[in-house]
């Protein structure tokens, strides 16, 4: 077997049967290569440390994967959502799934991450002044369409007009969540007028009756096959993102101890109050009443 058709990189059909890499292409003087395609140059451009401490590379590689995930995540999550409005099939879904896979590399990272000590991280830190993750614009997206909203976190962006009227309409959009109570509404499930018709830039409060609705959804699963799943896809999305913010917790508490954040915050407290936050309130209750 070739094994070549995997990879749109990769040796393609009708490999010889010796393997030769003299088969490969290898002039690409007059046609796009593997590093055009990709525009390598402008990635290897991006990776800029300003001074000479080893760990420095890490710590930008890390948050350029991140932001790449973070990016992926975000155009998945909006198609989804653009599907999902006009009800539940299989290709929201499964763009569901991949930003559950997708979620699981960027905690991944932390692994890696973890790798740097805090006399490492010193011999950086005062390289990216009040630069901070806080400040990154697909994280507030990623919060924003999962329905995490504050107009504060909009702040950072102000500056930026092509950074902050995405995030701006995103904060006046409906969440992945409010589409869902819809079609639970559409399917006859009883959701409040009031909560169909919410301040959707203003953080989900949970509903008695909305709780009543997932129950009868997750009491019965056969009959409501399409809801379940896309109830137990945002669950797994949610569980995702709290071992992400979990693991960056303790990485920042093990490197930079409780000292202020670059960005501003106190640091740890800070993001140990974002632990709390609960983006689907009434599909974790579901489980206490079933
Ligand atoms: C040792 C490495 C890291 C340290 C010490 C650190 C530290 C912090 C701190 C203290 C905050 C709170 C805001 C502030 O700066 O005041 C924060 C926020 C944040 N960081 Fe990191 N961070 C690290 C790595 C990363 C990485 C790799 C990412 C990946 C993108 C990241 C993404 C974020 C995001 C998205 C926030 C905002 C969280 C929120 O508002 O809920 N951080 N970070």
Not at 129 to 148: D, I, K, P
Not at 182 to 187: D, E, G, M, N, Q
Not at 195 to 217: H, I
Request: net charge negative.
């Amino acid at each position: 077997m070739s094994g070549g058709s995997g990879c749109p990189f990769g040796p393609g059909e009708g490999v010889p049967a010796e393997h030769s890499a003299e088969q490969a292409h290898r002039d690409f003087s007059r046609s796009l290569s593997y590093g055009d395609y990709l525009h390598l140059d402008e990635l290897r451009s991006a990776h800029q440390p300003v001074t000479e401490a080893h760990d420095e590379h890490l710590f930008i590689a890390i948050h350029h994967v991140s932001e790449v995930w973070l990016s992926l995540i975000v155009r998945e999550l909006q198609a989804a959502m653009a599907l999902l409005e006009g009800g539940i099939t299989d290709a929201p879904l499964k763009m569901l799934t991949r930003v559950v896979r997708a979620q699981e590399q960027l905690t991944a990272a932390w692994d890696v991450l973890r790798t740097m000590t805090p006399a490492d991280y010193l011999q950086f830190r005062s390289a990216f002044g009040q630069a901070s993750g806080f400040q990154s614009q697909n994280y507030r997206m990623v919060e924003f369409l999962l329905g995490n909203r504050n107009p504060t976190l909009l702040g950072p962006h102000a500056h930026r007009p092509d950074l902050h009227g995405p995030l701006l309409a995103a904060l006046h959009a409906p969440s992945v969540y409010d589409l869902a109570l819809r079609l639970l509404a559409a399917r006859g499930l009883n959701v409040p007028a009031e909560v169909l018709g919410r301040d959707v830039s203003r953080p989900y409060v949970a509903d008695p009756a909305v709780l009543d609705a997932w129950l009868t959804v997750y009491r019965d699963p056969e009959r409501h096959w399409d809801l379940y799943e896309l109830a137990e896809k945002l669950v797994d999305v949610e569980d995702n993102f709290r071992r992400w913010r979990f693991n960056h917790l303790t990485t920042v508490e093990r490197t930079i101890g409780f000292r202020r954040g670059s960005g501003g915050t106190s640091g740890v407290g800070y993001l140990r109050e974002a632990l709390d936050t609960v983006l689907f309130p009434e599909l974790w209750d579901v489980r206490t009443h079933l």
